[in-house]
């Protein structure tokens, strides 16, 4: 059972546009979402979370929106750079666990 | 800027031979844990240690793989006899604590079973 999906496999942009980044979760007790971003031989780094009681977060050119009701949280990326390509992993939590459920991630690919 | 620390980078081996990683987590942090990211799909736990206990193994495949973190510190995760699915990145994370959800990865150990 996957608990966290993220639907697109990859998603391909232009440099200076909008990057959006889906990702769908079922378990309603989740509380907290984390993007990370993973570069090719590399662990994933962290990037940006938001916690359940909040519906968007935003640090700099990133932006996490949460929509509990649909169990949807999607990230953007604006504007979108070369250096974003990468892979990213949507992941949810119970924050009293400390355990992350990561999605299939998504491979963007930002073109000059 | 502190980091965690893993060892060996790459590993082929060929299947029924032992294995073993090690990881180093961030000075400090509490909780570590083990991921195995199989290409194409995210990470997924395998065990997660709060300092020398294991707080979560539901997922590990206790009939070949075993973790152990006997001083709270450093750990070590073996796989004996490895299977050709075993292939993956085994990717180990640490926190400061169990509710900020924010792990700190190590770059990882590609393994690869022929």
């Known amino acids: 059972d996957q608990q966290v999906k993220q639907n697109s496999p990859s998603l391909s942009v232009q440099e200076g546009r909008i990057s959006i980044l889906n990702c769908d979760y079922t378990n309603s007790m989740f509380d907290y979402f984390l993007w990370y971003k993973k570069y090719p031989a590399e662990g994933p780094t962290f990037l940006i979370s938001?916690?359940?009681?909040?519906d968007k977060n935003e640090d700099g050119r990133f932006t996490v929106f949460l929509n509990k009701s649909a169990k949807h949280l999607s990230l953007h990326i604006v504007p979108s750079q070369p250096g974003d390509s990468a892979v990213y992993f949507c992941?949810?939590?119970?924050?009293?666990?400390?355990?992350?459920?990561f999605g299939q991630g998504t491979t963007l690919q930002v073109k000059p | 800027e502190a980091e965690v620390a893993q060892s060996p980078r790459y590993k082929i081996t060929e299947k029924s031979q032992a294995v073993a990683f090690w990881c180093d987590p961030i000075?400090?942090?509490?909780?570590l844990y083990w991921y195995r990211q199989i290409l194409g799909q995210g990470p997924e736990l395998l065990v997660q240690f709060q300092d020398e206990s294991v707080v979560d193994d539901s997922q590990l495949p206790k009939d070949r793989f075993s973790a152990e973190r006997l001083k709270g510190v450093d750990s070590t995760l073996k796989i004996q006899p490895a299977e050709l699915g075993d292939s993956a990145m085994y990717l180990c994370?640490?926190?400061?604590?169990?509710?900020?959800?924010?792990?700190?990865f190590g770059e990882g150990s590609r393994l690869t079973v022929l």
């Open positions: 938001i916690s359940s009681i909040k």
């Open positions: 000075s400090g942090h509490a909780t």
């Open positions: 994370a640490s926190s400061a604590g169990a509710n900020t959800g924010e792990l700190f």
């Open positions: 992941a949810a939590s119970l924050s009293n666990t400390g355990k992350l459920i």
